[in-house]
């Protein structure tokens, strides 16, 4: 019997614990470990069962939520044409303006500095959890090692536009000397 643990960047499942449960739940109900999700929901169904709350079933509900993710998928399946290349035309950023994650155009994002850097994370993350998923090969250590790379020069980035934001934020000038001046200075 396999040893379960939650995946990296799990949305549903969110303990080690859990995956266990809900692992050896699945194992007892397909020994020969092979099912499709349409079986998943079917054994769900029951009250009874350990993963029936992992699923809508107030059927309303579970249509909207349904038709959210298709819109999702939507958006995700539309590209631009950059240089050449077919690049994702929305991003989910969070945008401080409406306090929400909202989809953003790919040109707004690359031209404000806290979307761009929210886009290179989300690129990381998903990046990291494929080399997670597929740690155990051994033949993709170089990837891995790049993508270790990577996360170092992105960190880097977001920490040199950061000094450089606060570069650019100097207050206007003042006579040197005056009463204002050495006030907003000794606050500074």
């Not at 040893?3 to 739940?25: F, L, N, P, Q």
């Not at 992105?154 to 450089?164: G, S, W, Y």
Request: charged residues 35%.
């Amino acid at each position: 019997m396999s040893k379960y643990k939650v995946s990296a960047g799990s949305i549903i499942i969110k303990t080690d614990s859990e995956a266990e449960r809900v692992g050896r739940y699945l194992e007892s109900q397909f020994p020969s470990g092979k099912f499709t999700p349409q079986d998943v929901v079917d054994v769900a169904k029951s009250r009874s069962s350990p993963i029936h709350d992992y699923f809508e079933w107030e059927n309303e509900r579970a249509a909207n939520l349904y038709r959210v993710r298709q819109a999702r998928r939507l958006i995700r399946e539309i590209s631009v044409v950059v240089e050449d290349h077919d690049i994702r035309a929305f991003h989910s950023v969070y945008v401080k303006a409406v306090d929400r994650n909202s989809y953003v155009n790919t040109e707004e994002c690359l031209n404000t500095q806290d979307l761009w850097i929210q886009v290179l994370q989300t690129a990381l993350r998903e990046v990291k959890g494929w080399s997670e998923r597929y740690r155990m090969y051994r033949e993709l250590d170089p990837v891995r090692n790049a993508i270790k790379t990577l996360e170092s020069e992105i960190a880097n980035e977001h920490e040199r536009r950061i000094k450089q934001s606060r570069d650019k934020k100097v207050t206007p000038s003042r006579k040197k000397g005056s009463r204002k001046d050495r006030n907003t200075q000794d606050r500074v």
